[in-house]
């Protein structure tokens, strides 16, 4: 069997966020950092591999740089990488990025025996599309919000969280998994890792490796191909500031009460 | 795909006893408002097995129509069968537009029903209006962690899709049932079904956390500073009839559950009320409580950025300022 683990690369929303002048935001002044659940998807992938010897394929799509977020995942004991990276594809919704991705799945290959990861969402969009839309496109089935891995053959069960608790999931190989960052705490790179990260293979897939696939078409990838678009964006309004009480002392507790109760509040 | 017509869906997820999810309710509400701009009707989509209970619910709030499909198969969600269900329905039908509950299932659905109709999902919306100029439905949404909002058409595919994040909007108002209810015959193999559920866990068993429908919300984070230091945002909630929150901090350091957390990677809230205990109020915090009618705010720091959404802010001590809120509103409410 093989895992093939799909990446994003994407900028570091906990820190600071840098925000242009005209609302959007400004990506160059920000760190990029591998996407936390796809990480959780990497360290479980890596763990089958450390209790089967399978190998493991992590594919990204993205701008060139992102080679270097793939080395950073070779270098944690990742086998192979795949850039997927080409003008046609940039602009690309959800919809349109699925395809290509699950076009450079095909390509990778796909074996009764094999799984595919994929984060639940990414930190930026936010959207948690991206998974289910390739499983559609590959036709597999596709458990999402997994949180728990065990693999026996060619069965896999799961554990996959709901609003108020979870659901244990059995489902055959090949199949999709949209891993949460609970499942794990992913490992460090090694410095034996990083020597050997740069001999191991880095494919880059742009638009002429892709095009003869049925999924990349004009009308499915890159800007034109998507059927949702950005329309405007904007800073999240802010609330102007209200009352400001100091200290903890009975009269403050008094007078928050009176006023929480006069507005029918409580 | 063409559309068949203006009609706005909305898909009222059900319970394993066929009753409505809150937030398929909720949608009917700004649901209403899109379907007469769009010139179409109301109509909720109810799936699952034993759904009077949803149909009826559905019908008194407000829905034109209701299509339902009852099998035993739909009892418990699953990916095959729900996407088979509602590609079936959006098929015959036509709908110009779909609303979807962004719950784990109906973010779960929602992306594979697009990429099989081949047609554009806007994610986890907390805004919906509809662009004068284009006639589409603007999906509002907030992005990079709740500190950007983008807005989103989608001008050239039909039906246009997306899923609401629930707690957002407020259910309509019950009223007398004037829809026109459709059971539509449609049945999937159980054993086309490729995931198989070995067992469902509620994690909440003998301790309610009903978070989105709570009208008061006590939370507390990482100022509590320990599993203890819940018991007084406890006994506030208890004296409130309120229900724990908590922020994302104080879950992860395992002093509660998850499911108390609200925030962008919890749950999103709307309370009449919300009272913030030692949470600094990060934005991703914010993102899930920022709706609610009243924010009173309780942090040592004078400099938190929960007080820049709090209507009510208390400089001090969270373990002297609870007891004696508490023990003020017991004795209000003697």
């Not at chain 1, 997994?146 to 199949?175: F, H």
């Not at chain 2, 049932?177 to 015959?185: F, G, L, M, P, S």
């Amino acid at each position: 069997m093989k895992a093939i683990v799909c990446v994003k690369q994407v900028p570091d929303t906990s820190g600071v966020v840098a925000v242009k002048e005209d609302g959007t935001m400004d990506r160059a002044a920000m760190a990029t950092i591998t996407n936390h659940d796809d990480l959780a998807a990497v360290e479980a992938a890596l763990r089958i591999k450390d209790a089967t010897g399978c190998k493991v394929v992590v594919v990204s799509m993205g701008p060139p740089p992102a080679e270097g977020m793939l080395r950073e995942l070779l270098a944690m004991g990742c086998d192979e990488a795949v850039l997927v990276s080409a003008r046609e594809f940039g602009g690309s919704d959800t919809y349109a990025t699925s395809q290509i991705l699950a076009a450079a799945i095909k390509k990778i290959g796909v074996d009764d025996d094999d799984i595919v990861f994929c984060g639940r969402q990414a930190i930026d969009g936010d959207t948690a599309q991206v998974g289910p839309q390739i499983a559609e496109k590959l036709g597999m089935p596709q458990v999402s919000y997994v949180a728990e891995i065990n693999v026996d053959g060619k069965a896999v069960t799961v554990k996959r969280l709901l609003e108020d608790g979870y659901m244990t999931i059995k489902v055959q190989t090949p199949c999709l998994l949209t891993c949460v960052k609970e499942l794990n705490d992913a490992r460090y790179m090694s410095v034996g890792g990083i020597m050997e990260c740069y001999q191991k293979p880095l494919e880059v897939y742009n638009y002429e490796t892709l095009k003869d696939d049925p999924l990349i078409d004009v009308t499915t990838i890159g800007l034109k191909g998507s059927p949702t678009n950005v329309y405007k964006s904007f800073s999240p309004p802010v609330k102007g500031a209200g009352m400001m009480m100091e200290g903890a002392d009975k009269a403050t507790v008094d007078k928050l009460v009176s006023i929480l109760n006069d507005k029918h509040i409580i | 795909m063409e559309a068949k017509t203006k009609d706005l869906w909305v898909f009222v997820e059900t319970k394993e006893d066929g009753s409505a999810k809150n937030v398929g309710i909720e949608l009917l509400n700004p649901g209403r408002e899109l379907a007469d701009k769009q010139g179409g009707k109301l109509v909720a989509v109810v799936i699952g097995c034993g759904v009077k209970a949803a149909v009826d619910e559905a019908a008194c709030h407000g829905a034109d129509q209701v299509l339902y499909i009852d099998g035993e198969e739909f009892r418990q969600y699953s990916t095959d069968a729900y996407v088979a269900a509602l590609n079936h329905l959006v098929e015959t039908y036509g709908p110009t537009t779909m609303l979807i509950g962004a719950t784990p299932n109906g973010r779960d659905m929602g992306p594979r029903l697009s990429s099989r109709l081949q047609t554009g999902l806007t994610a986890d919306c907390t805004g919906l209006a509809i662009d004068e100029e284009t006639g589409c439905v603007a999906w509002t949404r907030p992005a990079f962690g709740g500190n950007l909002m983008a807005t989103i058409l989608c001008t050239d595919h039909r039906p246009q899709l997306g899923t609401v994040r629930p707690g957002v909007f407020k259910k309509p108002e019950a009223g007398e049932a004037k829809a026109e209810v459709v059971k539509v015959d449609f049945s999937f193999p159980a054993e086309s079904i490729r995931t198989e559920i070995l067992e469902v866990i509620k994690e909440t068993a003998g301790e309610l956390v009903d978070l989105e429908g709570a009208d008061i919300i006590v939370a507390g984070g990482r100022g509590v500073g320990s599993a203890e230091g819940f018991e007084p945002v406890r006994q506030l909630a208890e004296a409130l009839g309120a229900t724990v929150g908590a922020s994302r901090a104080a879950v992860d350091a395992g002093w509660i559950s998850h499911s108390h957390q609200v925030g962008q990677t919890g749950k999103t809230v709307g309370p009449k009320l919300y009272i913030a205990c030692g949470i600094s109020g990060a934005i991703q915090h914010l993102a899930g409580m920022s709706s609610s009618d009243v924010i009173v705010a309780i942090n040592k720091d004078p400099d938190a950025p929960i007080f820049g959404v709090a209507d009510y802010g208390i400089v001090g001590n969270l373990f002297e300022v609870l007891p004696a809120l508490t023990a003020e509103i017991k004795k209000m409410k003697g």
